[in-house]
Every structure is written in C-alpha cells, then in structure tokens.
C-alpha cells in the first residue's frame, strides 16, 4: 500500500497569506495519479487538483499544485476565508489511498 | 449536471448488514467508474471499493475485503453498496464518487461526489 503524510497537521494563517501544504509519498507516483481535494465542515471532499498540477473545472486560480516523484505541493495564495478547511491529497491506482490531511485554520 | 445522490443515513446493530444506495445523472454512468469512500467520526479518508460502470469489475480494498459487495444498476443508474457483519468501526460518513476520467479499468481521482450517508453500528 501507497502511504501519502501531508505536512503540517495544522497550517494557521490569516486572510490574504500564501499556503504550502505537502505530500510526500513512500513510492514514486506518477504525476498522473496524484490529486488534492477540500473538505468544509459538514461537506462532502471537493476536487481542486488533478493529475498534480491541472485544476478542476471551477477552481480559482490562486490554487495550483506541483511536484513530481514522491513530493507533491498545493499552494493557496491569497487566502480567502471559504480557503479555511481541511485538504487531502489522494493517489489513485488500484489501491487509492489519501494523506490525514492537513487542517488550515484562521490565524 | 452531474448530481450523485445518495439513500438516507441507518443505525444497525453489530452483526448486521447496510445497503447504501448512489443515484447518478447528468453523465453517461457506464463510461465512468464509482468508488465509495468512508470517513469516521472526525478521522479523514478511507478509500474502501471501486466498480466500473462499463464492465462491472471490482476492486475492494483489504480492510473490508470478504464483507463488501458493490454492484451497479445500469437501467437505473445506481450503485449499491452492501457492507456486511457490522462492527462498531464501521460506523462512519459512506461517500460515493465518480471517476473523472472515463472508461479506465481501476480507481482514478474522483470528480463529483454524493451527499454521504452516515451509518452508526450500536448495539
């Protein structure tokens, strides 16, 4: 089994600041096969990022993702307050399996 | 536009059996696959099957291996999901989501996803 660990647990920032979540995977991935999703309190996962670096249909454009290998980022610039909730990064495959998150709170 | 909606949340006591339920529309459902993810009372993501809308195939993953049943209605365009012998950590949020990209024989990433179905084992 693929283990992602998204670093840090916990991200607090304020509005307008630059966010750099990680994932790191314990085996290469193709860049094809990683994504990342927001989870709001009481909502389903949305996805942001496909593929690690093309975003889903509707996402701003202050979301991007990068990363090759076994290191992945999403950055969020320009934090908005509908920004402040929980992401995951997921690698797909025969197994999926997703990271434990990395909860981005108000500063 | 693609909904994915979901049957209503169950109590069942350990032991028993659930069925969830996934109604798709606003896409063609047997060219994309439907995974079902699970989520825990304030714990992340768990990943636990997939089944393809075009040929039936299925992959579960080992921790509910030999206790999960996935099927699809086509005619309906519905998955099913039937989880069995009930223990009290399986009580969790039951996610369906669709493949983004169609017509590929295992998971992928997954673009639209179901209200979630909350399924609380108690004796």
């Known amino acids: 089994e693929i283990v992602l660990t998204q670093s840090p647990g916990t991200l607090s920032l304020s509005p307008g600041e630059r966010a750099t979540l990680s994932c790191r995977a314990s085996?290469?991935?193709?860049?094809?096969?990683l994504a990342w999703y927001q989870q709001r309190p009481g909502q389903a996962p949305r996805l942001l990022i496909s593929?690690?670096?093309r975003r889903a249909t509707g996402i701003p454009d202050r979301f991007s993702g990068s990363g090759s290998g076994t290191d992945f980022t999403l950055t969020i610039n320009r934090l908005e307050p509908e920004d402040f909730a929980v992401y995951y990064c997921?690698?797909?495959?025969?197994?999926?399996?997703f990271g434990q998150g990395t909860r981005l709170e108000i500063k | 536009q693609v909904q994915l909606v979901q049957s209503g949340n169950e109590v069942k006591k350990p032991g028993a059996s659930v069925k969830v339920s996934c109604k798709a529309s606003?896409?063609?459902?047997?060219?994309?696959?439907i995974s079902w993810v699970r989520q825990a009372p304030g714990q992340g993501l768990e990943w636990i099957g997939w089944?393809?809308?075009?040929?039936?195939?299925?992959h579960y993953a080992q921790t509910v291996q030999g206790r999960l049943t996935m099927a699809t209605d086509t005619s309906t365009s519905t998955a099913y999901m039937e989880l069995m012998n009930l223990r009290s950590d399986d009580t969790a949020v039951y996610y369906c989501?669709?493949?983004?990209?169609?017509?590929?024989?295992?998971?992928?990433?997954?673009?639209?996803w179901g209200q979630g179905s909350l399924v609380t084992v108690s004796s």
């Open positions: 089944i393809s809308g075009y040929s039936g195939k299925t």
């Open positions: 606003g896409y063609i459902f047997r060219r994309f696959g």
């Open positions: 593929a690690a670096s």
């Open positions: 085996q290469s991935l193709s860049s094809n096969s």
């Open positions: 989501a669709k493949d983004a990209n169609p017509l590929i024989p295992e998971p992928q990433m997954f673009d639209f």
């Open positions: 997921q690698q797909s495959g025969t197994s999926p399996t």
